[in-house]
C-alpha cells in the first residue's frame, strides 16, 4: 500500500513528497554512479511525487546516454531522487530511499531489494556480484 513520504537533502533546502508502496520493492544498481554513491533507490510515477522546495537549489549531472537526470543539492551535496525517461515505463522518479525523513527503520527493513545490472544497460537482470552494492 501506498504511504505519503518526505524526503530531503542533508540541509533540508530541497524537500519532496512522494508515495511509494516500500514493500513492492526497491532497487540497487551497479552502474558507475550508483556503485560510487551506494545508491538505494525506489521508483515514482510522477504523478506521485511533487517537489516542495528547493527547485532554484538543484545542480544536475548527467552521464553517457543523458537519459536520467541526477539532481543534488548545490548546499550540501547530497542527491535525494533523480528523474528519467524509460521505454518501458515512460518517465519516472527514482528516490532515493535514505532520504525519506518519514521512512521507519521496520520499513526499510522490510523493503525487498533488486539488484540490476545498469553497468551493462540490462536493467532486468541483476549482476553476477551483488554483495558490494
Known amino acids: 500500500m501506498k504511504k505519503t513520504y518526505h524526503g530531503s537533502c542533508h540541509c533540508g533546502a530541497?524537500?519532496?513528497e512522494t508515495e511509494l508502496d516500500l514493500s513492492a520493492g526497491t532497487f540497487r544498481c551497479?552502474?558507475?554512479i550508483c556503485r560510487k554513491k551506494r545508491n538505494w533507490l525506489?521508483?515514482?510515477a510522477p504523478e506521485d511525487f511533487r517537489l516542495i522546495s528547493g527547485k532554484d537549489m538543484l545542480g544536475e549531472y548527467q552521464f553517457a546516454?543523458?537519459?536520467l537526470?541526477?539532481?543534488f543539492c548545490r548546499q550540501c551535496g547530497?542527491?535525494?531522487y533523480a528523474w528519467g525517461e524509460n521505454e518501458a515505463i515512460g518517465t519516472f522518479y527514482a528516490v532515493a530511499?535514505?532520504?525519506?525523513?518519514?521512512?521507519t527503520p521496520q520499513e526499510l527493513i522490510a523493503s525487498p531489494i533488486a539488484f540490476i545490472d545498469g553497468l551493462h544497460d540490462?536493467?532486468?537482470t541483476a549482476p553476477e556480484e551483488t554483495r558490494h552494492l
Open 97 to 103: 530511499v535514505n532520504c525519506l525523513d518519514n521512512a
Open 78 to 80: 547530497v542527491n535525494s
Open 69 to 71: 537526470h541526477h539532481l
Open 30 to 32: 551497479n552502474c558507475s
Open 122 to 124: 540490462s536493467y532486468d
Open 14 to 16: 530541497v524537500a519532496y
Open 65 to 67: 546516454s543523458h537519459k
Open 42 to 44: 525506489a521508483v515514482a
